[in-house]
């Protein structure tokens, strides 16, 4: 342990001798201190050196702050500048050189004043500066929020317009393939009556009814793209229907067909009155002994077309039947292409007699429409 003291001792007593020594030279020569300095600190170094030698030697003092004036401006340290000017004015005070001292103080004023602005115009600076980065940081964020938000519109735009473009895709195809399983409907039904024995005993009525339902055959079959026609077609297509029926139910049914001219560009989807036609011929007329009438009247009511198919057939009670297919067919049809904007009703006695109520927006289309 003693070894390790004495080698410890040994080995710093060298650095103690250099630091006394070093002690003991900045005590007995001021400007060895001076000269270990640089910059800022030699500035300070020379001030202090200055001011201890203010009451002991003004000369000295003088020329220790011309060293520290010197230097400052060199360096631009203001502080230092007007710490060397003040006590120059202060020494030339002391020496009975007021005019000198005055000059000198005038010149520390100044250079203080200059450089309290100079502060303040780095102060404004920085806070124009910080205004400005701030600025531009929320006009950015406001940027950046204001381009994600546009991006998400226009994404869900994009989304709803391929959706809407879809759903109008689908609503086409089950338009087509509704009114292609209504053709076959409406035709095994009509091909049903030519079979009728009534129908064989007049060749002249047979032959007329075959040539009307040829034409009415052609008008239904020769537009399978059609998606509206208007209300002059559609009840072109029904009264050649009725006129059918009429001459294979040997006059037993009476038929009206009630519209103003007005309304006959109205849209309306195909086949839709003639499907309701048929079911009260088929359904009401057909069972009755003595036949009966069918009365087909349009009329507008606001922004709604209102068609109402009557007859005076056998009548059903609305809570025991089963739709068939072709008022199935309309409500579906309604539904894809009018979606809440139409309606169906049906209206029916037991004892004798349906009413068909449809409605449907009121629109029109060009009368070179199909």
């Not at 030698?53 to 060293?67: A, G, V, W």
């Not at 004043?113 to 940081?137: G, P």
């Not at 994404?155 to 759903?167: A, D, L, N, P, Q």
């Not at 199935?328 to 139409?342: K, M």
């Amino acid at each position: 342990m003693k070894i390790m003291v004495t080698f410890i001792c040994i080995l710093f007593f060298p650095l103690w001798v250099f630091a006394g020594n070093e002690n003991r030279k900045s005590l007995q020569d001021p400007e060895f201190l001076v000269e270990k300095t640089s910059g800022r600190a030699r500035v300070r170094s020379l001030n202090k050196l200055a001011k201890d030698n203010f009451h002991i030697s003004p000369t000295q003092s003088l020329e220790y702050s011309k060293r520290a004036l010197f230097l400052s401006r060199d360096i631009n340290d203001y502080g230092g500048e007007v710490t060397a000017l003040s006590q120059m004015g202060e020494v030339y005070d002391k020496l009975g050189q007021s005019n000198r001292a005055m000059v000198y103080y005038y010149h520390a004023l100044r250079v203080y004043s200059k450089h309290e602005q100079r502060k303040e115009k780095e102060e404004r600076f920085r806070i124009l500066a910080a205004v400005v980065i701030l600025t531009l940081s929320v006009s950015v964020v406001i940027l950046l929020g204001f381009l994600y938000f546009r991006h998400r519109r226009i994404i869900v735009m994009e989304k709803k317009r391929i959706t809407g473009h879809e759903r109008q895709l689908q609503l086409e195809a089950n338009l087509r393939l509704f009114q292609a399983r209504i053709r076959p409907h409406f035709l095994f039904n009509s091909l049903d009556a030519l079979v009728d024995p009534d129908c064989g005993k007049d060749p002249e009525k047979l032959k007329d009814t075959v040539l009307k339902l040829s034409n009415l055959y052609r008008a239904i079959l020769d537009s399978p793209e059609i998606k509206v026609t208007t209300l002059q077609n559609e009840l072109a297509v029904v009264g050649d229907y009725l006129a059918i029926e009429k001459a294979l139910l040997n006059d037993r049914l009476d038929y009206e067909i009630i519209a103003d001219e007005s309304l006959y560009a109205c849209e309306m989807l195909p086949l839709t009155i003639l499907t309701l036609v048929e079911n009260a011929v088929k359904h009401g007329i057909h069972q009755k002994r003595d036949g009966g009438s069918v009365c087909i009247q349009v009329e507008r009511e606001g922004e709604s077309l209102r068609i109402t198919i009557s007859d005076t057939g056998t009548g059903f009670d609305p809570e025991k039947v089963n739709y068939g297919f072709g008022i199935y067919s309309i409500q579906e049809r309604f539904r894809l292409f009018y979606q809440d904007n139409a309606r169906l009703k049906l209206n029916s006695d037991r004892h004798g007699g349906t009413q068909a109520i449809m409605e449907v927006p009121y629109a029109t289309i060009p009368s070179s429409a199909p």
